[in-house]
C-alpha cells in the first residue's frame, strides 16, 4: 500500500482538473463551490487505499471514490439547510449563498452525479458496487433523520445518539471502504 498522499493526490487531481460548471450556472456553481471547499476528502482516499488493499489498480475505484464524495457533499448541502448553518468549512453554505431551493436542487445533482460516476465501474462490480452505494446513501438518510428528531426531543439515549452518528458518519465511511474493497 503506498501513502495515504498518493491517494489524496489522486483524488484531489481529478477535482482540480474536471469542471461541473454548465449551464444553468445557478445550478451547477454551487457545486463547485462546495467541492472547492476541500475538507480532508477522507472517503475517497479510503475508497481508493482500499482498492489497492484488495489488488485492484487503485485508479480503476476512482469513478466509486468520485462517487462517494459528490454523496457526502450532497448529504452536507442538505445538512446545512436542514440545520440552518450559515457557515461550512468556515465559508457561508450553499443556501446562504445561491438560497434553499438552489441549494436543494444541486444537492440532487450531486446524487446523479455519483450514479453517473458510479455507472463507469467495471460491469463484474457494477450490481454489489450500485447495492452497497445505496445501502450506503439510504444509511446516511436515515441518521439524519433521527438527527432531525432528537431535536425536539429530550430524553434521547447515548445508544440512540451512537446509533444516529453511526449512521451518518460510520457507514459512510464503512460505504466508501466496501466500494473500493
Known amino acids: ?30 457545486i463547485e463551490y462546495i467541492l472547492s471547499l476541500g475538507g480532508k476528502r477522507l472517503r475517497p482516499v479510503l475508497t481508493l487505499m482500499a482498492a489497492d488493499i484488495f489488488g485492484a489498480d487503485c485508479k480503476k ?3 466509486a471514490a468520485i462517487a462517494v464524495e459528490m454523496l457526502h457533499n450532497f448529504s452536507l448541502v442538505h445538512d446545512d439547510i436542514m440545520d440552518n448553518a ?3 468549512r468556515g465559508k457561508q453554505t450553499v443556501h446562504e449563498k445561491w438560497g434553499v431551493n438552489n441549494a436543494i436542487l444541486s444537492g440532487d445533482v450531486m446524487m446523479v452525479e455519483s450514479n453517473k460516476h458510479l455507472s463507469k465501474v467495471d460491469l463484474n462490480v457494477l450490481k454489489p458496487v450500485l447495492d452497497t452505494f445505496n445501502q450506503t446513501a439510504q444509511g446516511v438518510c436515515e441518521g439524519q433523520q433521527l438527527d432531525m ?3 425536539s426531543r429530550d430524553d434521547v439515549s447515548i445508544e440512540e445518539y451512537i446509533e444516529m452518528i453511526r449512521l451518518k458518519t460510520a457507514v459512510l465511511l464503512g460505504g466508501a471502504m466496501k466500494l473500493g474493497a
Do not use: C, D, G, W
Not at 483524488?11 to 460548471?21: D, G, I, L
Not at 444553468?24 to 454551487?30: F, I, T
Open 1 to 30: 500500500m503506498l501513502p495515504i498522499a498518493h491517494y489524496h493526490q489522486i483524488v484531489s487531481e481529478y477535482f482540480e482538473n474536471t469542471s461541473v460548471v454548465k449551464e444553468p450556472l445557478n445550478l451547477y456553481h454551487p
Open 61 to 63: 475505484a476512482l469513478p
Open 86 to 88: 450559515p457557515l461550512r
Open 149 to 151: 428528531e432528537f431535536e
